[in-house]
Each structure stands twice: as structure tokens, then as C-alpha cells.
């Protein structure tokens, strides 16, 4: 099986990954653990990355793309794999398809592990761990017998203080603004699958095994290969700026770092001819396929570069914004803090 599993913080989603990895005997592929240990055995792609994180920025999409083809040259995952954390956005999305219609491994689907919000606030505000032995607990699913205490080994219980309700909404609401558009583009692919993730673990995993089971086989189309491959030689290196702009935009140095984009994009506009193609929507495939010829690149890269000023220019204004929506939300924290106290 070749799976995307998708599920808010607090849906179970790790422990689910761990119960089909058991079952299926294919590796859950996590890219946060694929960065840490990339980093730490110091491959060409970890100092790649860690000369990001170094920077200040954060890890671009190829280098993310180019750590998940690796890891499925792996023989462990010959029979499938379950990707957690990538992707979270529709370029990420796209480009891996891209890769894996090359690599002939098609994703079958997309499951999304669907909990109620309310359910989702109680799972994680509710939670308490023993801070002598790592016991979990939960105040309003699994309390302990003894309150404040492990039934354990007595020790004290721990809050996390980012276990708040305000910052696991607005954590909750960054996932959905990341994920719904994400659902749409799987749906459109008829890749996308629903399990609801409210019950009992061992009903949900029976629920996800149900869908695993009845994937549709997918071989590649000849098409697709091809298509992927022409793709990925034309418009590489245009694709992985962008995203990385993108990927880029709430960092702190996005700023420096826009200018710099500016400086080189002026540079390729330079080079190119002067065009008045308007840049509609990204990336059609038609659009993309038309970009093969040289002269159709050259266009591509002087109507990105326009764009990417105009993005450039957006982030100009985008940290003041960021500021002014911090002061409104600061007295509240701080009453939540008092109350918390
Ligand atoms: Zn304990």
C-alpha cells in the first residue's frame, strides 16, 4: 500500500501509523524524523538541510522530495509505505506525485483520521503526564485515581503549558487551513478517504485496515511517467524558488531572504525577454507541458520572477500586520496565564 495518513494533532494518527506499520510491514515514513536523522548521520541532503536551519530558513521542499526518494529505495519499503507529515500544501502535493509517478509508485490514497474539534480540545488540554515516570493521563477520558498524582509511582502530574486552549486552537486551525485544500486536491484525484476518528482505537484501525484493504491497485500510466519526467526537467528549479518562498513566508529572515530572491529573479528578468504573458493560476498541467520549449521557459522564469516581486512586496507589509495581531492577542494570553496560576 502507498498511503498519505492525515490527521490533526490529537487524532491518533501516530498511534494508528504504528498499528499499520505492525500489520502491513511497511515503514511510516515521517519526513520530521527523515530531517533529524538525515542531520545527525550528516548525508549530502542532512547539511543541505542543516545549512538551512542554520540560515535561519526552514528545509525546502527538494530537499524534503529528495530525502522521501531516497528513504524509498530502502527494501523495507518494497511493499508499500505510509507518508505522515508531508505533504501539507498543494505544491508539496503536486511534486510528489511527480516523483512518485517517475518512481512507478503511484499513491493509492489519502485517509484522513477525522475527530471532532471538541474531541480534539479534550484529548490534548485534558492531558497530564507523571513527571517521574511518563505515565499518561487524561482529566477528562483517563484521570487518575489520585488526582494530582501518578497511580503509579505517586509522582507528580505535569500540564504542558503549550496544552492550552488557546494555543491548541489556533494549532487546530492551522491544520485545517493547511488540510482542506489538501482534501480537495485528493478528492479531484479520487484518492481521498475518510475514517472517522471518534471511537475506540481498535474500531478505527479496523476502519482503516477496511479502506487499506479495498485501495484500487494503480499501476502508473506510460503517460504520467513521462509526463512526470519532462516536468521535473523543465521546471525544477523554477518550482523548488517558489515553494520555497513559500515555505519561507512566517520565518523571520523571509525578509532578507525575499530581497535576495529579488535581487537574483532581476537579474534572470534581465536575461529574458520582455514578455506581457500574464501569470494566471499555477501549474495546469497543460500549462506545464507547454513549458518544455526553451522559449516558453525563458517566459516562465521572466512572469515567475514578476510574481515573485509582487510576492516580495506582500511580505514587505506582512510583519507589521504580524505585530499588530500579537498586541491584540497578548492581554489574553496573560489572563490565561493568571488563571492557569
Ligand atoms: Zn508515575
Known amino acids: 500500500m502507498r498511503i498519505v495518513l492525515v490527521g490533526a494533532p490529537g487524532s ?36 543541505q538541510a542543516k545549512a538551512a536551519m542554520d540560515a535561519g530558513q526552514l528545509v525546502s521542499d527538494q530537499i524534503v ?16 509505505f505510509i507518508l ?23 499513491l493509492q490514497g489519502a485517509i484522513l483520521i477525522d475527530v471532532d474539534f471538541d474531541l480534539l480540545m479534550q484529548r490534548i488540554t485534558g492531558r497530564r503526564t507523571c513527571v517521574s515516570c511518563g505515565a499518561v493521563y487524561n482529566i ?24 492550552n486552549e488557546e494555543t491548541i486552537s ?13 482534501i480537495a486536491y485528493y478528492t479531484n484525484q479520487n484518492k481521498q478517504y475518510t475514517q472517522e476518528g471518534n471511537g475506540e482505537i481498535e474500531e478505527i484501525f479496523e476502519g482503516l485496515c477496511n479502506i487499506i484493504d479495498s485501495l484500487p491497485l494503480l499501476t502508473p500510466q506510460k503517460e504520467d511517467i513521462e509526463t512526470a519526467i519532462s516536468m521535473e526537467e523543465s521546471e525544477n528549479k523554477t518550482t523548488i524558488m517558489e515553494n520555497h518562498q513559500e515555505l519561507t513566508t512566517f520565518d523571520d529572515k523571509s525578509k532578507e531572504k525575499a530581497k535576495e530572491t529579488e535581487v537574483t529573479s532581476e537579474k534572470k528578468a534581465k536575461e529574458a525577454p520582455k514578455t506581457s504573458v500574464k501569470r494566471t493560476t499555477r501549474s495546469t498541467k497543460r500549462k506545464k507541458k507547454e513549458a518544455t520549449t526553451m522559449a ?8 515567475k520572477a514578476k ?8 511580505k514587505k507589509a506582512a510583519p507589521k500586520k504580524k505585530k499588530a ?7 489574553k494570553k496573560k489572563k490565561a496565564a493568571k488563571k492557569r496560576k
Open 12 to 47: 491518533g494518527k501516530g498511534t494508528q501509523a504504528k498499528m499499520l506499520v505492525e500489520k502491513y510491514g511497511v515503514p511510516q515514513i515521517s519526513t520530521g524524523d527523515l530531517l533529524r536523522e538525515a542531520v545527525a548521520a550528516k548525508t549530502p541532503l542532512g547539511l
Open 325 to 331: 495581531a500579537k498586541k491584540k492577542a497578548a492581554p
Open 84 to 106: 505522515d507529515g508531508f505533504p501539507r500544501n498543494i505544491p508539496q502535493a503536486e511534486a510528489l506525485d511527480v516523483m512518485l509517478n517517475r518512481l512507478q509508485k503511484p
Open 170 to 182: 489556533n494549532r487546530l486551525r492551522v491544520y485545517e487551513m493547511q488540510t482542506a485544500p489538501l
Open 296 to 303: 516558453a521557459k525563458k517566459k516562465a522564469t521572466a512572469t
Open 65 to 80: 522530495l529528495n530525502m522521501i526518494e531516497e528513504r524509498l529505495k530502502a527494501p523495507d519499503t518494497q511493499n508499500g
Open 140 to 163: 477528562y477520558t483517563s484521570p487518575s485515581k489520585l488526582e494530582d498524582h501518578c497511580d503509579q509511582c505517586g509522582g507528580n502530574l505535569h500540564h504542558r503549558a503549550d496544552d
Open 307 to 314: 510574481a515573485t516581486k509582487k510576492k516580495a512586496a506582500k
